[in-house]
Structure formats: structure tokens, C-alpha cells
Nanobody
């Protein structure tokens, strides 16, 4: 069982920055595909950013150039640096892990989410 705990959410004014963290346990972190999703009020959950085992990254068009996903395998932690925040970035942000090795291969695990509110 993989446990994920997000932190770093809060309220910020438009144009500001936040850094989200997601601490993982219960698996070989370096073997996890890690993703950040978000869900705004009344909206479907959407994929924001992905980082592969080898450190390759991918982003939703809406956040490209503003958000950066990174991972520190020594700390079992994935980060989401969010700059130039906009009111439309307001959402609950969820960390997702998908082990690519071992008995948990291919299963999706989720954190409980952290709320980001961007005021105009």
C-alpha cells in the first residue's frame, strides 16, 4: 500500500507562487510514476503534470511555462512549483503514484489533496 501526503497549499494572490510537496511511503519511490492532478469546484479532475522514473516531464497546456514538477528520490518526495498563478488555478491538488515495479505494478494511489486558492 502506497501512502501519499500532500502539503503546501494555501491562498495566494494572482501572480504569486506556491510549492506543493507530496511525501510517499510504502513503495520503492524511485520506481513510481508520479503525477499531480487538480479538481476545481464543479469540474472534473484533470492531469496537471507528470514525472517519469527517469525524470522526464510533461505538462497540461494550461500550466506549461508556469509550473514545474520535480522529484527527490532520496526524500521520497515529488514537488510542484507553481509560478504566475491565476484564479483559474484554484483547485484541490492531488498527488498520484503509479508503481512501475513489484506487486503494486500499475495500481494508482492517491493523496487526500491540498487546496490552492488564487485570488484576483
Amino acid at each position: 500500500q502506497v501512502q501519499l501526503v500532500e502539503s503546501g497549499g494555501g491562498e495566494v494572490q494572482a501572480g504569486g507562487s506556491l510549492r506543493l510537496s507530496c511525501a510517499a511511503s510504502g513503495s520503492i519511490f524511485g520506481a513510481n510514476l508520479m503525477r499531480w492532478y487538480r479538481q476545481g469546484l464543479g469540474k472534473q479532475r484533470e492531469l496537471v503534470a507528470t514525472i517519469t522514473i527517469r525524470g522526464g516531464t510533461d505538462y497540461a497546456d494550461s500550466v506549461k511555462g508556469r509550473f514545474t514538477i520535480s522529484r527527490d528520490n532520496s526524500k521520497n518526495t515529488v514537488y510542484l512549483q507553481m509560478n504566475s498563478l491565476k484564479p483559474e488555478d484554484t483547485a484541490v491538488y492531488y498527488c498520484n503514484a503509479r508503481p512501475m515495479l513489484g506487486p503494486q505494478y500499475g495500481m494508482d494511489y492517491w493523496g487526500k489533496g491540498t487546496l490552492v486558492t488564487v485570488s484576483s
